[in-house]
T-cell receptor, first 112, second 111 residues
Framework: GDSVTQMEGPVTLSEEAFLTINCTYT??????LFWYVQYPGEGLQLLLK?????DKGSNKGFEATYRKETTSFHLEKGSVQVSDSAVYFC???????????FGSGTRLQVQP | NAGVTQTPKFQVLKTGQSMTLQCAQD?????MYWYRQDPGMGLRLIYY???????DKGEVPNGYNVSRLNKREFSLRLESAAPSQTSVYFC??????????FGPGTRLTVL
């Protein structure tokens, strides 16, 4: 079946540091890939997505590239801010499936 | 345009009690979903509804029932709550093939 594996957290960074959160996946079809962000006390919001191999999703300075050869979709940001502190979820939606498969989430803490 | 709304935001139940979690969306989406979020496990699908009048089991349906009342509303019912159902519950909606929009969640504690 489908699965998503994310790096364990929490990830603690200083403001303006470079961020990478690793995400790898297994899927039986041709999935679309997503990063969702959850701020404290809130629901999940879509951060970015990619629907096919080599696509790059980007939003708010975050980027992730759909790498089919390594089955990865790592999240990166060049300079994090305190306001980026949140839990980040990698997810996929496989062909023929209606719902998303989520990773376990990675908590990011950015210190001033 | 409120998006996806959920009620209540918090609830404490005793083992064996029943309750219904309400969800509504105003985006005219056909598909709606119920997930539960547990520490270290991400979100797991409980039930989903592809359209009004249809529902299907997800990954963890045991102990739950759902009703797709109309296109806007999708409720989740716990008939006899158990401590293992302590979790945060999220409702989501989407149009087929597009991103899912999530509600703010219901934090449920079963004592």
């Amino acid at each position: 079946g489908d699965s998503v594996t994310q790096m364990e957290g929490p990830v603690t960074l200083s403001e303006e540091a470079f961020l990478t959160i690793n995400c790898t996946y297994t899927a039986t079809g041709y999935p679309s890939l997503f990063w969702y962000v959850q701020y404290p006390g809130e629901g999940l919001q879509l951060l970015l997505k990619a629907t096919k191999a080599d696509d790059k999703g980007s939003n708010k300075g975050f980027e992730a590239t759909y790498r089919k050869e390594t089955t990865s979709f790592h999240l990166e940001k060049g300079s994090v801010q305190v306001s980026d502190s949140a839990v980040y979820f990698c997810a996929l939606k496989d062909t023929g499936r209606r719902a998303l498969t989520f990773g376990s989430g990675t908590r990011l803490q950015v210190q001033p | 345009n409120a998006g996806v709304t959920q009620t209540p935001k918090f609830q404490v139940l005793k083992t064996g009690q029943s309750m219904t979690l309400q969800c509504a969306q105003d985006m005219n989406h056909n598909s709606m979903y119920w997930y539960r979020q547990d520490p270290g496990m991400g979100l797991r699908l409980i039930y989903y509804s592809a359209s009004e009048g249809t529902t299907d089991k997800g990954e963890v349906p045991n102990g739950y029932n759902v009703s797709r009342l109309n296109k806007r509303e999708f409720s989740l019912r716990l008939e006899s709550a158990a401590p293992s159902q302590t979790s945060v519950y999220f409702c989501a909606s989407s149009e087929e093939g597009y991103e899912q929009f999530f509600g703010p969640g219901t934090r449920l504690t079963v004592l």
